[in-house]
């Protein structure tokens, strides 16, 4: 028979701290032994833990005292109170937790600087934001502001607003007319049809950056991605083609664990 015990091997298993508790340690793997199996009776746990029945038995108690395990009969399963176990550490987990890690990721494959911002008024305000290895003495940093026209995050969000909203932000953003606003026009109308947006050296020589929307799990957006080379060699094409699939991708990947209510921190 094949266990499903969840303890690993002794040759496998890490060393343990000198001032480790063993008892807590047993605690939680009983919890955990319920994510296979709703619930459980004595022996199916002490199976499902490699521990002994007697262990077991003592740590069920002192769960159900405390009111994270109930019991049916025979039976155990957990109760609603473990919930807040994970609720309240959800309860502090930011947009700008979730996307560290992918933005790392990211901006580890392409060697470029990977970036999360929001609109705040006619600014974007960077919430994220981890730097290529090449980039020493960096000019945008988490918190940093800039107008959202000048940036490809920016125009990734104003593509974003309804008509009436977009107006306002050309009437009050003291914006360059003539050629140039036929121009940004132009660009805000391709990025809502295409649903990304690329700029070639719009702020600063060198400068090239792709940026796709970042939406939640309803489909809304609370958010642009980018990511951006600050020693560009090449053509904006091909910066699009090499970085855009993964671009797309990893704000797919972040959307997933993006909930409605996540706060942008």
Partial sequence: MISHSTRLPEERKPPRPVDAVQSLERGLAIIRAFGESPSMNLAQISERTALSRSAVRRLLMTLVDLGYVQTAGKRYQLAPSVLWLGYTHKQHVTVRDICRPHLQTLARHLG??????????????????????????????????????????????????????????????????????????????????????????????????????????????????????????????????????????????????????????
Avoid: K
């Avoid at 960077?126 to 003495?137: D, G, K, N, P």
């Avoid at 490809?152 to 007319?177: C, K």
């Fill in 112 to 265: 470029t600087s990977s970036s999360i911002a929001v609109l705040e008024g006619a600014d974007v305000r960077y919430i994220c934001r981890v730097m290529a290895a090449s980039e020493f003495a960096p000019t945008v940093t988490e918190g940093t502001r800039l107008p959202a026209h000048q940036t490809s995050l920016g125009r990734v969000l104003l593509a974003q607003l309804e008509t009436d909203m977009f107006e306002e932000y050309v009437r009050a953003g003291s914006l360059p007319g003539g050629l140039w606003l036929a121009n940004f026009r132009q660009d805000i109308e391709l990025t809502r049809s295409r649903g990304w947006n690329a700029v070639d050296q719009l702020m600063e020589v060198g400068i090239q950056a792709v940026s796709v929307p970042l939406r939640n799990r309803d489909g809304n957006i609370v958010a642009a991605l980018s990511t951006a080379t600050n020693n560009a060699a090449g053509p904006i094409q091909a910066f699009v083609r090499d970085s855009l699939p993964h671009v797309e991708e990893t704000a797919r990947r972040i959307g997933v664990e993006l909930t409605p209510d996540t706060p942008v921190g």
